[in-house]
């Protein structure tokens, strides 16, 4: 059985009180951020001939677990 573990470490610092508005803003970022680690992620895979999913966005990602 196949196993990918990933790790993808973000840090976000607040100082002050932020706004519903900032918050949500910060949000957007992370997901963003996060978004730009998977996609670095799947190329990875792709060439490394693991990732047999999908590629259109949108598409759900596919399962981390196969068995023989």
Known sequence: M???V???PIT???VGTPTAEGIA???REV???LAVCFR???QRLAR???LDGP???GDPPPTPEREP
Do not use: W, Y
Request: net charge negative.
């Open 40 to 42: 670095q992620a799947r």
């Open 2 to 4: 196949l196993r990918i």
């Open 25 to 27: 803003d910060l949000g």
């Open 12 to 14: 976000v610092s607040v």
């Open 55 to 57: 590629e259109e966005p």
């Open 48 to 50: 490394s001939a693991v």
């Open 31 to 33: 997901e963003e951020a």
């Open 6 to 8: 990933c790790e993808f």
